[in-house]
């Protein structure tokens, strides 16, 4: 294409997007006066989009691992992690951690929780592997997808039997289906006030905690899929199945290590989401799943650091949308987005570093 | 041993006389067996195979989505019926009326909620099965609309425990031709035991008005239930002077509201009232609200029976503390008589406070009971007339009728606020 | 004789099994119909293929199998009286009825068999003839049986087609061409709507359904394209991901277009910081903004199909949509069935095995995947028509990602790129949610309520029982259970599509002067 058609044609897009956008809230010069008149809401919005995407981008994470190593769309991996917030809440309600408790008597609940989320979820994810994807691992490439989606689809249910356990464990509410109250652990100090400047914008010790454990949680699996010996044999495997095996490589062992990463990923995700939002829900996995495989999309599948900046977009798009534009409209919004994205950088974000592995 | 004429004794060709020998029997029985299947000798029958008995048998069908997010008001509902069903011993007229009652799903696992098809495909099976002189259902108001005409063409009568959507039965308040359109042979064939819209939605607007609300942000799950509620809800409270600072709707699947939360403080309502059930996601939409820092002493939460449920308060925890929801009747613990032993008796048999939703279908399925004694024979007919014709019933609801269009004429609504982990009564309200 | 059987039984017990099991699950005259359609399967199972002498070999073949099917049918009508009813707390009736059934299901399901079998003797030329004459036979025959034996199974079985050619639609787009499309319901959507709003009150068209079930398709096939070209520098999963994202956005487009009002945006721009209104250019809806789809309460009523003799279609009988799903539905075979043999066909393979050997040989990429996806959702705007119609109503909530996933599931369980095999994929997962699941679940809460409930002492694990593990909150679980197992069975899908490799194998030795002109 010539330069100059290329210009068009984004004129062209331009164009349409301000003509149909009207339709879906986009008034540009109410947009305008708006953050004119109080800025300090967009920092706010940007700040809630932040932590709400360093969420989805810590659930993305396992998209990535398990799509990086063997190109499969894991649909169950969102409803995994809901299973973990079940396994959470469940520990915590045993542990009779009541809501609002200070953190001395919380803090080892939390960590029980957190172990035994990670572990169980490792667990399954694990189990799963080996029964439902492993005798797929030479079908055709969609055969594992289909096995995904009934293994998301059993998790479903799982997760609307597991809230139905008000028998054993009370905090678990009179109704099967309905959403759980998580109690509220973490401490929410506003950090701004706590340094003397007085402002609208809140941001809490909670929300920090989110972000500093997404940020951890990212730096930690980029060095260790870097750098560490079971890494370098991840990489190994992904690159090239039968070279890695030929190289001394446990194949099986690996997918399994990968997935029991994964699993654990969620586990921690789960935990996280439940202490932060204070509710769970058998269905939250499937749009969480849904919104965290956009973003790894995004980002550039495979890629770690790609996840997180995909996650975080979506989120501060959101965030954005449901101010200025309208909440009705904001998933057909962060969709639109995307796909001009996608449009324009048809490997994701960050996705040229992949390309010697096609 | 590999070849097919390996069977000793017997030419391929006998064999396959043989063969056919046995065939035209069983399709001469296949030919035969309507007339076996009408024969009143059959006894019982499963579901799905014999008709017969017609007569001493009556059977009573609800159609809701049991799978699916509605699950948590739809289960309740069930509880319900059975409560009903149970006390009159699955019979009606002292014995002589066996009733048998059939759960259909009108959801599918594919779609993971009400499925359209679905909806049409059980009202088709109710009207084939010539003991179905009843449906109870159904949940959503589109549902609603579908199933209607085609059990009105066979004279079998609806009572829903839920739908809301004013234009299934008043005339001037849908659009087009609402409601004459749901009712092809120009009989009314549904009722519910639900008010509309319409009233709802303007009690809540009244209370509102009482406590000193001045500014309220709407918010709606994008379903018809909550949608026209807040509509409704919008349009009493311009008219008594309440500012209405905005109206959205929320995307019931996500995983929080923060941002909309925060876009609401900064326009400062005292009221943000929740057109929807607590399946979408109304708990998270409270945690938020306070999340962002709107306590409840200086923004107030209010939603109508769709969020009329323990279920809230487990899903919002201590922050359901103030929440206000208004109820199409009066609460379980603040009747008396009929009402009174029904309270205790749910509590007792399912061991949990019984919700909105528990009374709409126990209502519900009574009127149907109360119909079949009245008429005490298999006749879709006039068991509908008889349910229409409902006057003064004694409910868990309260004293009421129906009126000429199916609706209610208890205008007797309550508002409720949590307390302590509790839904309270506070007060009654009005409509108008 | 019992030798015959016994090397029959391979055959037929798999499909025995499933008859068997729909006579536990439904009962009474259920067997009869099922042992006519399974026993025809075992019957061509059997024989399909072989070489068979005569009629009377394949007759003798076919009945074994379809005799198997047969035994199966009288053991689950045994098993589901004496054990499975009375475990569940259900009546059932007496011996001699029960046997009468059993009897009725093995006769049939013999004869089924042996007629089936005795086709497959024919001579080669006749023989697929008198296959689909006896198909289409039973096909167009189904609507009876299920009225004689009450099984009302036919609103179900309109359901499935729909949910077939929605299948046929998406294979050629994943199947044909390899084209990852995760948001196929946007297009059943499109068909939908468009056919809301050409033939109901809400823009005031009414709209004959014979012509706007057309109109429908090609406003679909047209959103097709649009999508095809937004897509098209796009591979794989980044594909994947944008069709999911058109799949979203088409339900909130449609939810949320009740308030429509257009301007011109540069002279609208222009007119806001000017502060004067009237230089805004209004396009569409200036009087009154237009309320064009009606918002969750969505369209209602959709104008139904009429014919001459028929009448207006009416919601209370099936039998016209019946048969109305079922000649759209073998059009629609046909059709796809000579697209893929056509030279297009044979492009979308070679785009699906390697795109840029593909274009090396001179096929013209962008027209040929444009193509797949407009033809891909041609049949799903055919298929959303007829379904707006047959429910009369459209509401937005029932075109989300779930339903994609269906389809694909459908596609890829009954082998991708295979017709007949994604057919069956339709079956089984449709048949399984509509039919089989919600019976069983169900089954299991009579068998929990009468057999083990009671048992139970500790209140806890009562209440657990109650509340908690309730069969008929399985349903999503036994379908995704039966997704899985489907898939480790059957990894390749249920037939795989050796046709077309074997097809694509065979072009290699040909000259590519001919793959060169497939442009």
Redesign the interface.
């Given at each position: 294409m010539k330069r100059w058609q290329s210009s068009l044609l984004y004129l062209g897009v331009a164009y349409l997007i301000l003509l149909i956008g009207p339709l879906a809230g986009l008034d540009i010069p109410r947009i305008i006066g708006d953050i004119a008149r109080s800025p300090d809401v967009l920092v706010q919005q940007i700040l809630v989009g932040l932590v709400n995407g360093a969420i989805i981008a810590i659930i993305a994470l396992g998209y990535t691992l398990v799509y990086g190593i063997i190109e499969l769309i894991n649909f169950a991996h969102g409803d995994l992690y809901m299973l973990g917030a079940f396994a959470s809440l469940t520990v915590v309600g045993a542990l009779g951690v009541q809501d609002g408790a200070p953190l001395q008597s919380s803090l080892l609940p939390m960590l029980a929780a957190l172990v035994v989320a990670s572990v169980f979820c490792a667990g399954v994810n694990m189990l799963t592997e080996r029964y439902a994807y492993r005798p797929l691992r030479n079908a055709p490439r969609l055969a594992p997808l289909i096995s995904a989606i009934g293994v998301s689809f059993i998790f479903i249910n799982t997760g609307l039997f597991w809230g139905g356990l008000r028998a054993f464990f009370p905090i678990m509410g009179a109704n099967a289906a309905a959403p759980k109250s998580f109690p509220d652990l973490l401490p929410r100090i506003d950090l701004l006030k706590q340094f003397g400047i007085q402002s609208n914008i809140a941001f809490t010790t909670k929300d920090l905690i989110v972000l500093v454990v997404a940020v951890v949680l990212m730096v930690s699996l980029h060095l260790f899929v870097q750098y560490t010996r079971l890494g370098k044999a991840m990489r190994a495997t992904a690159q090239n199945r039968d070279a890695a095996r030929m190289m001394g490589i446990n194949v099986d062992l690996i997918i399994a290590l990968t997935f029991l990463l994964g699993g654990a990923l969620a586990g921690a995700a789960g935990l996280l989401v439940g202490l932060y939002n204070n509710t769970v829900v058998f269905t939250m996995g499937f749009t969480a799943g849904l919104r965290a495989f956009t973003a790894a999309v995004l980002g550039g599948i495979g890629n770690i650091i790609g996840a997180m900046l995909g996650g975080v977009l979506i989120g501060v798009l959101s965030a954005l949308s449901d101010q200025y534009l309208s909440s009705r409209w904001t998933n057909a919004w962060v969709f639109a987005v995307l796909v001009i994205i996608l449009a324009f950088r048809p490997g994701g974000l960050l996705g040229e570093k992949l390309q010697e592995k096609v | 041993m590999n070849s097919p004429s390996s069977l000793k004794g017997l030419s391929p060709r006998s064999a396959f006389f043989v063969a056919l020998a046995t065939v035209s029997a069983g399709v001469l029985a296949a030919a035969c067996q309507p007339n076996t299947t009408q024969a009143p000798t059959t006894t019982g029958g499963s579901p799905a195979s014999s008709p017969a008995a017609a007569g001493n048998t009556v059977k009573i069908v609800s159609s809701l989505p049991m799978t699916g997010s509605s699950l948590g008001q739809t289960q309740t509902i069930v509880n319900g019926i059975k409560q009903v069903l149970e006390e009159s011993n699955y019979g009606a007229c002292t014995g002589k009326l066996k009733i048998e009652y059939e759960m259909m799903d009108d959801a599918t696992a594919a779609a993971g909620k009400w499925d359209p098809a679905q909806v049409t495909s059980n009202a088709n099976r109710a009207v084939s099965d010539p003991n179905v002189v009843a449906v109870i259902g159904t949940f959503n108001s589109g549902a609603a609309k579908l199933a209607i005409p085609i059990l009105n063409t066979a004279n079998v009568v609806m009572v829903s425990p839920a739908n809301t959507y004013p234009g299934l039965t008043k005339p001037g308040k849908g659009e087009g031709k609402e409601p004459d359109v749901y009712y092809p042979n120009g009989i009314r064939n549904y009722a519910r035991v639900v008010p509309a819209d319409d009233l709802q939605g303007a009690a809540g607007a009244n209370w509102a008005k009482t406590l000193g609300i001045k500014r309220v942000y709407i918010l709606d799950d994008q379903e018809l239930y909550g949608k026209g509620i807040a509509d409704i809800f919008k349009s009493t409270a311009k008219n008594l002077g309440i500012e209405v600072l905005g109206h959205e709707g929320i995307d019931s699947k996500a995983s929080d509201y923060k941002a909309l939360m925060t876009k609401i403080k900064a326009l400062n309502p005292d009221l943000i009232y929740f057109g929807g059930i607590t399946q979408n996601n109304a708990g998270q939409l409270v945690k938020d609200m306070r999340n962002v820092g709107m306590t409840n002493d200086r923004v107030k939460f209010m939603g109508p029976d769709g969020i009329f449920e323990q279920a809230l308060i487990d899903a919002a925890g201590k922050d359901a503390e103030g929440v206000m929801a208004t109820f199409g009747g009066v609460p379980g613990s603040q009747l008396t008589g009929t009402g009174k032993t029904w309270y205790e008796n749910y509590k007792k048999k399912y061991n949990a406070e019984p919700e909105a939703y528990a009374a709409y279908g126990y209502e519900a399925a009574q009127v149907v009971v109360q119909a079949i004694n009245k008429v005490c024979k298999n006749d879709r007919a006039a068991i509908r007339d008889a349910v229409m014709a409902t006057k003064d019933f004694e409910g868990v609801l309260g004293k009421w009728s129906f009126d000429a269009n199916g609706d209610t004429t208890l205008s007797t609504m309550s508002g409720n606020v949590v307390k302590s982990s509790k839904y309270e009564f506070s007060q009654l309200l009005k409509a108008q | 004789?019992v030798?015959?059987l016994l090397?029959a039984l391979p055959t037929g017990s798999g499909l025995g099994a499933i008859a068997a099991l729909t006579v536990v699950l439904?009962?009474?005259?259920?067997g009869?119909v099922i042992g006519w359609l399974l026993g025809a399967g075992a019957g061509f199972l059997a024989c399909g293929g072989r070489r068979i002498p005569n009629l009377?070999?394949g007759?003798?073949?076919g009945?074994k199998s379809g005799?198997i099917v047969g035994l199966w049918i009288l053991v689950g009508n045994l098993l589901g009286k004496f054990v499975i009813?009375p475990l569940a707390g259900?009546?059932?009736?007496?011996i001699p009825?029960i046997l009468?059934y059993g009897?009725?299901g093995?006769?049939?399901a013999?004869?089924a068999g042996?007629s089936l079998g005795a086709l497959q003797g024919m001579n080669r030329a006749h023989r697929p003839v008198a296959t689909r004459l006896f198909m289409a036979l039973s096909l167009l025959l189904f609507p009876l049986a299920d009225q004689?034996?009450?099984?009302?199974w036919i609103?179900?079985s309109?359901?499935i087609m729909?949910f077939i050619m929605l299948a046929l639609g998406l294979n050629i787009v994943?199947g044909f061409a390899g084209l990852?499309d995760l948001g196929y319901a946007a297009f059943f959507a499109i068909g939908a709507y468009t056919t809301g709003l050409l033939s109901s009150?809400q823009l005031g068209i009414q709209g004959n359904f014979w012509l706007v079930i057309w109109a429908a398709a090609a406003v679909a096939a047209l959103a097709g394209t649009v999508l095809g070209s937004?897509?098209l520098?796009?591979?794989g999963?980044?594909l994947?991901?944008?069709t999911?994202?058109?799949g979203?956005?088409i339900p909130?487009?449609f939810?949320?277009?009740t308030n429509?009002?257009?301007?011109?945006?540069?002279s609208?721009?222009v007119a806001?910081?000017t502060g004067n209104p009237t230089l805004a250019l209004c396009l569409l809806g200036c009087d009154k903004p237009l309320n064009l789809t009606?918002?969750?309460?969505?369209i209602?009523?959709i104008g139904r199909p009429s014919l001459p003799i028929v009448g207006t279609f009416?919601?209370?009988n099936?039998l016209p949509w019946y048969y109305l799903i079922l000649t759209l539905l073998v059009l629609a075979y046909f059709v796809i069935n000579r697209l893929r043999d056509s030279r297009l066909g044979r492009a979308w393979t070679a785009l699906r095995e390697d795109e840029l050997a593909a274009s090396a040989m001179g096929i013209n990429i962008v027209r040929t995947k444009l193509l797949a996806f407009a033809m891909g959702a041609t049949f799903s705007g055919f298929a959303g028509s007829f379904?707006a119609a047959?429910?009369?109503?459209i509401?937005p909530?029932?075109f989300?990602?779930?339903?994609s996933?269906?389809i694909?599931?459908m596609v890829?369980?009954g082998g991708?790129g295979n017709m007949t095999g994604v057919i069956l994929g339709g079956l089984i997962?449709?048949g399984a949610?509509?039919l089989y699941?919600?019976?069983l679940a169900?089954l299991l809460k009579g068998i929990l309520n009468t057999s083990i409930f009671p048992n139970v002492a500790s209140?806890?694990?009562r209440?657990?029982l109650a509340?908690?593990?309730?069969p008929?909150?399985?349903?999503?679980?036994?379908?995704?259970?039966?997704?899985?197992i489907m898939?480790?069975v059957r990894?390749?899908?249920i037939i795989p599509d050796s046709v077309h490799r074997a097809e694509l194998h065979h072009a290699e030795n040909e000259p590519p002067a001919d793959a060169g002109r497939t442009v």
């Open positions: - | - | 004789m030798k015959g090397k439904f009962g009474g005259w259920s009869a009377q070999a007759a003798l073949q009945g005799a009813r259900l009546s059932s009736e007496g009825q009468l009897g009725v093995l006769g049939v013999t004869l042996a004689l034996a009450q099984t009302r609103a179900a309109i359901q729909i994943v990852l009150p937004a897509t520098p796009l591979r999963d980044y994947a991901i944008v999911l994202g058109f979203e956005i909130v487009v939810r949320n277009l429509v009002q257009l301007y011109e945006p540069i609208k721009l806001d910081f009606g918002g969750e309460a969505g209602n009523p009416q919601p209370t099936d379904y047959y429910i009369s109503a509401f909530s029932v989300d990602f779930s339903v996933v269906i694909l599931c890829i369980l991708l997962i449709m949610d509509r699941l919600p019976q169900q209140p806890q694990w209440d657990f509340t908690t593990i309730d008929l909150q399985m349903r999503l679980f036994l379908f995704g259970l039966t997704l899985v898939m480790i990894p390749e899908g």
